[in-house]
């Protein structure tokens, strides 16, 4: 096999973030590769992987210790997306970075320090995992187009509407529910809510059938007066549109750096097959229509990932990089869709067959360009800050 053609000399990354790589390549040759087809076949990730993942350090790495968090930095978080890309199971990949990245971060930068307790060792252990109720079926990047609502009552309050596409969905614990508490300036009045499996009121209802990320489960959630106490309240009533537009920034950067490690392993699969693969009487690599290509989508990944990582630091600084992000989210989930194009080309008939990698990696990198934030949505994020 080829082996991995990125290179970590990047003159941010510390012992801390090889450290982090290896770990999580050595986790992934034996706790994901082995039994990657039986979780697409089935539709979700055991929730006992995740616990070790937890056991290991992996689910809370920007968090603080106290709350059962490594403390590194945003680079970090960085890595572990890139590495997940890599495992050439995209359902799992993003069924931990909703976990990490997506969902909790809304309880761990905004709870009370009685949330934080309450929840937070669950959370980074993998005894809890997380889910974030965003997206309805007639509102998706459109956060003030939504629907679901809360209405006070004494001592909490009632929530009413549906939630879809929501990843986690079915197997999670935790979900934090975005919900419109008045209609005055539309999207200053959107709250944050904590609600826990079992709710009364709160139901799943059902598991949606998806064409790529099978071993990610994803569901529609309908809340029917649900009653959510006060105590989980997450944040300030009508504050929520910022914590999502805040938490936005951090999860189209780790999509971005998944995207980016999706590509670079199909670029590497397809270099061991088209070097062995004969055809007309040589090796394909021998075409130079081939290499040219396969060449140019390597320049094209180490770029991208470069952008990645550099913003990665910068948003360590603490700079803003709502721009940059917005722009990796659209840059990279439009750049892994043409990789994955001419890695199934390349592959000939075998990249069409449910028994090769690129076929399924094919299938999951689709959404890349969809799942938090639509490409046509990013460039219009990146044209107003231009």
């Known amino acids: 096999m080829t ?6 000399s990047f003159p941010y990354f510390g012992e801390e973030h090889a450290m982090l ?3 999580l390549r050595r986790f992934i040759a034996d706790r994901v590769v082995p039994y990657g087809d039986a979780w697409e076949e089935q539709g979700f990730v055991p929730r006992e992987v995740l616990r070790e993942m937890g056991s290991l350090g992996l689910l809370g790495m920007r968090y603080a210790p106290e709350h059962g968090g490594a403390g590194l930095d945003t680079l970090a978080n960085a890595v572990l997306a890139e590495e997940l890309g890599r495992c050439t199971y995209s359902g799992f990949a993003v069924t931990v970075l909703v976990h990490t990245d997506m969902a909790s971060p809304h309880l761990y930068h905004g709870g009370t320090p009685d949330q934080l307790a309450r929840w937070m060792p669950d959370i980074t252990a993998g005894r809890k995992i997380t889910a974030v109720a965003m997206t309805e079926a007639d509102a998706g990047s459109d956060l003030a187009s939504m629907r679901t609502s809360a209405r006070r009552v004494d001592g909490g309050y009632r929530l009413d509407g549906a939630k879809m596409f929501i990843t986690n969905g079915v197997h999670g614990d935790l979900y934090f529910v975005a919900a419109k508490t008045g209609e005055a300036g539309r999207n200053h009045r959107i709250t944050m809510f904590a609600v826990e499996k079992g709710a009364p009121g709160f139901r799943v209802a059902r598991a949606l059938k998806k064409h790529g990320w099978l071993c990610s489960d994803t569901a529609e959630l309908v809340f029917e007066d649900c009653f959510v106490p006060d105590e989980n309240l997450i944040g300030e009533e009508g ?3 910022y914590a999502l537009v805040r938490n936005l920034q951090n999860e189209r950067l ?3 750096a998944m995207a980016v490690g999706e590509a670079m392993k199909a670029i590497e699969i397809t270099l061991d097959w088209v070097k062995q693969r004969h055809a007309f009487g040589a090796a394909l690599w021998e075409k130079q229509a081939i290499r040219q290509r396969l060449s140019m989508r390597l320049a094209q990944v180490e770029a991208a990932r470069a952008f990645v990582f550099n913003t990665a630091w910068r948003d360590s600084q603490g700079e803003n990089v709502v721009k940059e992000v917005s722009m990796i ?12 194009y001419d890695c199934v080309q390349f592959h000939g008939g075998m990249g069409y067959m449910r028994e090769s990698a690129i076929e399924r990696m094919s299938r999951d990198a689709r959404v890349q360009a969809i799942g938090g934030g639509a490409t046509e949505v990013m460039l219009e994020e990146v044209a107003k800050r231009i």
């Open 329 to 340: 989210k659209a840059l990279a989930g439009t750049l892994v869709n043409d990789v994955m």
């Open 21 to 23: 790589r290896n770990t």
């Open 254 to 256: 780790v999509i971005g």
């Open 3 to 8: 082996e991995t053609l990125a290179s970590d």
């Open 239 to 241: 504050r929520g549109f």
